[in-house]
Every structure is written in C-alpha cells, then in structure tokens.
C-alpha cells in the first residue's frame, strides 16, 4: 500500500542537540510538506517542496532545515536554534496535477527535548 | 496574511445530537477549502473538501459542509454524532495569495461524544 513512513514515532533529544525527522512517501508525489502540531494552535507550515531540489519556507521555518534530494525523502533538520522544539511534527504529501489536491499525512513524529 | 478561524475549541455532545462546527477564513478570492479528522491514535484524513460548484458539500461518515461566500464560512455539519465521531476536526484552505500548494489549518476542534 502507498503512503507516507515517519520514523521514529518518539524522539527524545536533549537541548542544544540537531536531531533529524524522517519523512519517506511512495505516492510519487511531487509536493511535500512539513507542519508541526500544538494543542490549540492548529498546523502550522514549517517548510514544504513543490519539486526535487527546490523548497519554500513555511510560515514558521526559523530553527528548522529541510532538504529534497530525492522525490520520495523529505527530511526535517530541527536545530539548536529553535527555541520550542518540542511538538508532534506531521509530514505530508500531495500530487501537484491539480489545484488544491488533498493531502496526505504520515502518522508523525513526538519530539521532546529536554 | 491568511488564517483560518474556528470559533469552538472543545465541544461536548451526547450521542444522536446535532453537530455544527464553525470555520471562517480570511481572504477574497478563488479557495479551496478542506476539513480533515484526526481521530484518537490516527492519523489526519480528508473528510470533505470544495473546490467549485454546488456549496454544499457532502463527505464521508454522513458528515456534510456548506460554503457560504458571502460569509467566508465553511460549516461542518453532521445531523446525529455518533461515539465514533470523538475526534479532532481541522478546518484549512488554500488560495491564490498563499499558493494552492500551501494549505492554511485552523487551531482545531476537539469533539468528544458521550454516548
């Protein structure tokens, strides 16, 4: 079955520490998406990738790095400078084959550093 | 800038009630507009979505929005909850001034159901 893989589901990670999310889709599609979840506040956009090679800030992309060298990999760096890592972080996915096509989500990841 | 607004956070229902989530947005223009469930343990999932023509929507699970323009309003409605409706409701769009790609959530809806 297609989808989207988080690994891991639970991360524990100590302050000043990089730590790297894992965000892997065989949809073969061409848009991926990072949001992080909080209670009360919704989805909010850190980054997402229209297309290999290429990425666009979210609205709240301080502290964090991506990279897309391949259509299927969409890593979230969160690094040392983001000052409230710890969230549920949720990847997501969607074809670009026409306007506003829904998308998909893996199953996330718990981050908590302390 | 764009946003989404739900107006409930928490709503607590008996069973066989009837449910309407409110959910406004905050820009002109052409939208596509979404609401996606997440229930307990799971992940997030389309429930319905709109995108042009009749403004009144139908999903899945009986659940039904209606897209009022002139109210930048986008109801979720469903006529008697059932105990399997417990779950997170997130209204988002997405549109020309954010990018059809880029898909804005509201802070969410937390339905509990008592049965």
């Known amino acids: 079955d297609g989808g989207i893989t988080q690994s891991p589901k639970y991360l524990f990670r100590k302050e000043g520490q990089n730590v790297t999310l894992s965000c892997e889709q065989n949809l073969n599609h061409d848009a991926m998406y990072w949001y992080r979840q909080d209670p009360g506040q919704g989805l909010r956009l850190i980054y997402y990738s229209q297309i290999v090679n290429d990425f666009q800030k979210g609205d709240i992309a301080e502290g964090y790095s991506v990279s897309r060298e391949k259509k299927e990999s969409f890593p979230l760096t969160v690094t040392s400078a983001q000052k409230n890592p710890t969230a549920f972080y949720l990847c997501?996915?969607?074809?670009?084959?026409?306007?506003?096509?829904?998308?998909?989500f893996g199953n996330g990841t718990r981050l908590t550093v302390t | 800038a764009q946003s989404v607004s739900q107006h409930n956070h928490h709503v607590i229902l008996s069973e066989a009630a009837s449910l309407e989530l409110g959910c406004n947005y905050s820009y002109g223009g052409t939208v596509n507009l979404f609401w996606y469930v997440q229930y307990p343990g799971q992940h997030l999932q389309l429930l319905l979505k709109?995108?042009?023509?009749?403004?009144l929507v139908k999903g899945i699970k009986g659940f039904e929005a209606e897209f009022i323009k002139s109210k930048f309003s986008f109801n979720l409605r469903k006529p008697s909850v059932q105990w399997s409706d417990t779950a997170e409701y997130f209204c988002a769009v997405n549109g020309p001034s954010g990018g059809y790609n880029k898909l804005i959530f509201g802070a969410g809806t937390r339905l509990a159901v008592h049965p």
């Open positions: 709109y995108f042009s023509g009749d403004p």
């Open positions: 997501a996915s969607t074809g670009t084959d026409r306007m506003g096509s829904p998308l998909h």
